[in-house]
Each structure stands twice: as C-alpha cells, then as structure tokens.
C-alpha cells in the first residue's frame, strides 16, 4: 500500500508542477483538467502525509522503549496508546480512499428533469425538485447554467436542462438519475386528499467532445426544425440537431436549446453515453446487475426517491433509508442522502476490488 500511495503522491507533485508552468496556465482547457485531477488526489495526499508522520511517531516512541530512564519508558508507552488507534483509523481511510473510482466522477453533468405522471402537480414538482439542486449547487459552489426552461400550465415545469460545473459534479449527482415521487395534497385538491405524482431526472456526464472516441464516417447527422406551439416562440432555423450511429443504429437528438451549437453538443453527449452503455451492458452485464441491486441503474423508471409532505419524510428506496427532515431536504440540504449512497456504492467496490 505505501508504494502505491507514495506513487500517488509524485503524480501529485509532478500535476502540481505543471499547474505552475506558463504553458499550462495559458491553455485553459488543460489547466483546467490538470486542475481537476489535482484536487481529486488533494485528499488521499493529505491522508498519506498524515499516516507516513504517525508511523514516524510509532517508530521514535518503541526507541523510546528501550530507554534506561523509566519515565521515559512510560511516556512512550502512553504515545503508542494513542498513535495505534490513528493509524487504524488512517489506514481505514486510505483503504476507501485507495477504491478504484468511477473514472467519470470528475465530471461536469448535464440534468434533465421532467415532470411524469400527475399532470399540473408533476410539473410543480418538477419546479420544486429544480430548487432543491439549485441550492444544494449553490451550497456546493457548483455553477449552473439553464439551456431549458419548459414552463408547466398551472406553474413550475414541464421540462428542465441544466449543465453542472464543478469539482466532482458527477460524483455528487449521479445517483438522483430515476424517478422522484411526490405524495401530498395538491393546490387544486378541494377534499384535502393526498396525491401521488412523479418527476424523473436524468443525470448524463458532460464528456470533452475531443474525449469521444467516435468516427465522424461512422456518423449521420441531420438538421431540423424544433417543433413548436407557434407564435412567437416558434423555431424559424433549424436548430434541432440528430445523430445515427451506422454501426449500432444508435440514434440521439437535442432540440434542449435555441442554439444548433448547443444542441449538436447536447446530441453528441447522449449519443456517445448511449453507445457507452449499449458496450458496457453487454461487457459488464453480471457485474452491472450486482450493482443495480443495491443504488439502481439510474434508468429513470426506477422509483429513486419518495417525498411525503404529511409526514415530513423522504425515504431512498435503493439503501432503505428513511429521513423525517423533508423541509430541509427540499431546501438543497441533500448532502446525508448522497453521503449514504456513496458509503453504499464503495462497499460494494470493496467487495469487488
């Protein structure tokens, strides 16, 4: 283990190194990724330092062991009753630190949420759902930047993209994808009667485009026309953008945005995650299953998370578990949930490590 960790920590230095050569600061994409890498290796750094100066500790105080001088030899011996529990406790950590991660965690995310069954009340749900992650971001110190904004007929929203930037976004959002559901008495509801509505969201990771490793022969694209409800607002270029896979069949489209750009961008990102998948399920089908059992495939007709208004409470379905602080948690303060699904998803890559 500390050969690794010590390799670990000259990568970091040599990240740290170049984050200081001019070159690197003048190209913002580079910096940026290097950036990125850095902060993620930061806390397993930290940790190692923090462990190599316990074991230094221990090693001074069993010299000390040997002194003629009694006292001396109590001293040490008390120093080594304190230092065995860090360096268990330090060595915990590395070990969960040391996991092999998921290599897209690092990533930006592109979120899609859209209101489900439950008609007016799905798209208020889907507004208020909306809220929760844009404080959680804000708390997080994540940027957010709206490409789509579907308004609801009796308020919220129909359809919502987003895109996430930050440190780790894919780590920390990953496991919303599925369906959110909502039970409480609507706004409309003149008995009092309690609800049942839904929302899905859809967590996609924002890949470099340099980073898609797809052949433009392979590719067909096409322009369009995004529909719309007239007036206005109707689409007069073609802005819609759709991509064929020839090889798989595999087809993506985006008309999210006004802009051809961003929607050729957008389309590209689900066509290569599309693709990803197809290749993965059918690589990884076994070890893919193992891990729906326990936090979901993110497949937005998994039930996720259910929100009951009457009794405060939120309840995971994937880790059981049952939280009676729903004002807080629909308020961004979705940091216990997220922590527990991670705790939930390295266990298993223990296991399987």
């Not at 001396?72 to 304190?82: H, V």
Request: aromatic fraction near 6%; include cysteine.
């Amino acid at each position: 283990m500390l050969d690794k960790l010590e390799s670990i920590k000259n990568h970091f230095l040599s990240i740290q190194e170049k984050l200081s050569d001019p070159e690197v600061v003048s190209d913002m994409k580079q910096f940026s990724k290097l950036n990125k890498e850095y902060k993620g290796l930061e806390e397993i750094v930290e940790a190692y330092d923090k462990y190599k100066l316990v074991l230094e500790s221990i090693d001074n105080a069993k010299e000390m062991l040997s002194d003629k001088d009694q006292e001396m030899q109590n001293l040490a011996q008390e120093e080594l009753e304190d230092l065995s529990p860090q360096k268990e406790q330090i060595e915990e950590r590395l070990k969960v630190l040391l996991i092999p991660k998921d290599p897209e965690d690092s990533l930006d995310v592109v979120m899609e949420i859209r209101a489900g069954t439950g008609g007016d009340e799905a798209s208020i749900f889907a507004g208020d759902l909306l809220r929760m992650y844009t404080k959680y971001c804000e708390s997080h110190k994540l940027k957010i930047e709206t490409v789509t904004l579907n308004e609801g007929t009796s308020g919220g929203f129909s359809k919502i993209v987003l895109e996430i930037y930050g440190n780790d976004v894919y780590a920390k959002l990953k496991f919303e994808s599925g369906a959110h559901r909502v039970q409480r008495v609507p706004k409309t509801e003149s008995q009092g009667r309690v609800h049942t509505s839904a929302a899905t969201v859809v967590i996609m990771p924002k890949f470099e485009l340099d980073d898609i490793d797809i052949r433009k022969d392979d590719l067909k694209v096409d322009t369009f026309r995004s529909s719309g409800a007239g007036g206005q607002h109707v689409n007069k270029t073609e802005s819609g953008v759709r991509f064929t896979h020839i090889p798989t069949g595999i087809v993506s489209e985006s008309t999210d945005s006004r802009s051809q750009h961003k929607n050729r961008e957008i389309a590209l990102q689900k066509l290569y995650q599309r693709i990803k998948e197809a290749q993965e399920e059918k690589a990884y089908s076994q070890q893919k299953e193992k891990r729906k059992s326990l936090v979901g495939s993110g497949d937005r007709s998994d039930k996720v998370r259910t929100y009951n208004y009457p009794q405060n409470r939120v309840t995971d379905h994937r880790i059981n578990l049952t939280l009676y602080s729903l004002d807080k948690i629909m308020d961004g303060q979705i940091d216990e949930i997220i922590e527990k699904l991670q705790v939930a998803e390295n266990a298993e890559r223990m296991v399987e490590v």
